[in-house]
């Protein structure tokens, strides 16, 4: 059964950093490229940024690109954001997913609230 | 980049058969895409992959009251005999070289 579980959520103030991790398990992780997802309060899923199997090759969405940061670690098997310069319009819950291939998986969500 | 239209609303009777809609902007007609879907207070889950011919390939789990269809530049998501828990936001999803796009999202609701 596949298996994708974030944590790292929380509250954070406008400026600050936060790293979110998804463990992932149940499909061969090394050889998927993998992505994070957001969805901002009330509002309709935004990509954010892919990552490929091996982690040569990263992708950012343009609200995002300078500040985020996407890693992976597989002999882990796990997924990274790093998280800088946060501000307000990053409040959002943060999925990883796995949409590359032949068939998707989604995980349950971490929260990520900026405020002061 | 592609972009994807969805109407922002649909509704159907239990019982009944209902289409939804995702549109591939000028020069991505051949597209293949993704449809998601998204009960209320619960992640998303993954659907199904659709081509440009209207081949489509189903997620583990997905109940056979789920198929994919197209037209052009149009991707369809049916759902027959619809049921209470097929309330939710469906969301169709595509990509490019660097870069993947999601549509606004359908809300649908189950009279």
């Known amino acids: 059964e596949v298996q994708l579980l974030e944590s790292g959520g929380g509250s954070v103030q406008p400026g600050g950093s936060l790293r979110l991790s998804c463990a992932a398990s149940?499909?061969?992780?090394?050889?998927?490229?993998m992505s994070w997802v957001r969805q901002g309060p009330g509002k309709g899923l935004e990509w954010v940024s892919a990552?490929?199997?091996?982690?040569?090759?990263?992708y950012y969405a343009d609200s995002v690109k300078g500040r985020f940061t996407i890693s992976r670690d597989n002999s882990k098997k796990t997924l990274y954001l790093h998280m800088n310069s946060l501000r307000a319009e990053d409040t959002a819950v943060y999925y990883c997913?796995?949409?590359?291939?032949?068939?998707?998986?989604w995980g349950q969500g971490t929260l990520v609230t900026v405020s002061s | 980049q592609p972009v994807l239209t969805q109407s922002s609303s649909a509704s159907a009777s239990l019982g009944s058969s209902v289409k939804v809609t995702c549109t591939l902007s000028?020069?991505?007609?051949?597209?293949?895409i993704a449809w998601h879907q998204q009960q209320p207070g619960k992640a998303p889950r993954y659907l199904m992959k659709l081509e440009g011919s209207g081949s489509y390939n189903k997620g583990s789990g997905v109940p056979d009251r789920f198929s994919g269809s197209s037209s052009g530049a149009d991707r369809y998501l049916t759902i027959s005999n619809l049921q209470s828990e097929d309330e939710a936001d469906y969301y169709c999803e595509t990509w490019d070289s660097n870069t993947r796009v999601f549509g606004g999202g359908t809300k649908l609701t189950v009279l």
């Open positions: 149940g499909f061969t992780f090394s050889s998927s490229a």
């Open positions: 000028s020069g991505h007609s051949s597209y293949i």
């Open positions: 997913a796995k949409l590359a291939g032949a068939t998707g998986y």
């Open positions: 990552i490929s199997g091996s982690g040569g090759s990263t």
